[in-house]
């Protein structure tokens, strides 16, 4: 595993590969707001190893038309599509056509994504102690639909459905493993769909690199044969962000989180500690269990020195059988370091390369695009 000093040696090698971003037109010279971006896609992370690929993104709307103006109205928020592609080094494949779609003067929004993804992944087991390694190569075709309505200042309310068909490579099963013996849901193939409500509140000023602001999430889940998948059970959350410009050029992040799940649910969709944006600091998946509590601060410094940043972060989180039985006296503990890189300054994405220490020596390296919350 590369160490922290690697981890951002790399994030500066990739600046290379970072295509001119075009000025930011809040400052006196800059551009008008550009309806394509395309970006590299390559980075590092203890999960994966070493990816490539790149992002297309397409935005378009929220553009003034009245005497030629070509600046994006304060308040509004451009519609987007994006396609993404990524390959890592442990043969890891993803494929992924995303949209966040604004109309009906910003009352209505929808967000949407389909992808398929071949991901050789390691099982731990299940629970607070789980001390399994298991591996195992999942390929799933994912559907995510969710159509909402504006009906404040920030506040949008409306339909998530979700649909997934998996299954397991039986050639990378383990021998006498937990998953090549069936014993959890999700071993052999499956489809899940599912239907539920979902709140949001965003109040964020920026979406990809926020200073002031809160975002909401909240919202369930109830999966049905009846639907045309092969279980029933239910999931939900709640996702709470908050943002604080503290002077100097420092913005104070905070995540709090808890999501559980209700009867039969596949194993690899169990809440999970760990990976690149849930407890920083350990493998993806790490800990799972049916409830999930996460605390996470950041410390944020995005414009140290041109585009380059830093941020400092810490974070805590438990799971366990059920939401009654989280125990945050029992958390599992992850803090670390990061440098950020602004590759976009009009949308404010950044590339982060982060690196995190757990418990028990345990540690995680991520070189991505967009900040963890």
Request: charged share 20%.
């Amino acid at each position: 595993m590369p160490s922290a000093p690697r981890a951002l040696a790399l994030a500066a090698a990739l600046l290379a590969l970072a295509p001119g971003a075009g000025a930011d037109p809040s400052l006196p010279g800059g551009e008008a707001p550009r309806d394509w971006v395309v970006l590299p896609a390559l980075g590092y992370s203890s999960d994966t190893g070493w990816m490539g690929g790149g992002l297309l993104m397409r935005l378009h709307g929220c553009r003034k038309r009245a005497l030629g103006a070509d600046s994006v109205p304060n308040g509004c928020r451009r519609s987007q599509a994006a396609l993404a592609l990524l390959y890592s080094e442990r043969r890891q494949l993803l494929v992924a056509l995303s949209g966040d779609t604004n109309w009906g003067e910003g009352r209505q929004h929808l967000l949407w994504k389909l992808a398929w993804r071949r991901f050789p992944s390691t099982f731990y087991g299940i629970g607070r102690e789980a001390a399994l390694e298991e591996s195992y190569t999942p390929r799933s075709l994912e559907l995510e639909l969710s159509a909402l309505r504006r009906f404040g200042a920030g506040w949008e309310f409306g339909l998530a459905a979700v649909a997934r068909r998996q299954r397991l490579e039986t050639a990378s099963l383990e021998p006498g493993g937990l998953l090549a013996g069936g014993a959890l849901l999700g071993s052999a193939p499956l489809a899940s769909i599912g239907l539920g409500p979902r709140l949001l509140l965003d109040r964020r000023d920026e979406a990809w690199q926020p200073r002031r602001g809160v975002y909401l999430s909240a919202g369930a889940t109830w999966y049905r044969r009846a639907l045309g998948g092969d279980h029933d059970g239910e999931r939900g959350g709640l996702d709470a962000r908050a943002y604080r410009e503290l002077g100097a050029g420092l913005v104070l992040a905070g995540q709090l989180s808890l999501h559980a799940v209700y009867g039969e649910i596949p194993f690899d969709a169990l809440p999970a500690l760990g990976g690149e944006e849930h407890l920083r600091g350990y493998p993806g998946g790490r800990f799972r269990d049916r409830s999930r509590l996460l605390a996470q601060l950041e410390l944020r410094r995005p414009a140290l020195w041109g585009r380059f940043g830093v941020a400092l972060f810490a974070g805590a989180g438990d799971v366990a059988p059920a939401p009654g039985r989280l125990a945050p006296a029992r958390a599992h503990l992850a803090a670390g370091a990061g440098l950020r890189y602004r590759l976009d300054p009009e949308s404010g994405l950044s590339l982060r390369a982060d690196f995190g220490r757990g418990e028990a020596g345990e540690s995680g390296v991520a070189i991505t695009i967009g900040e963890a919350f």
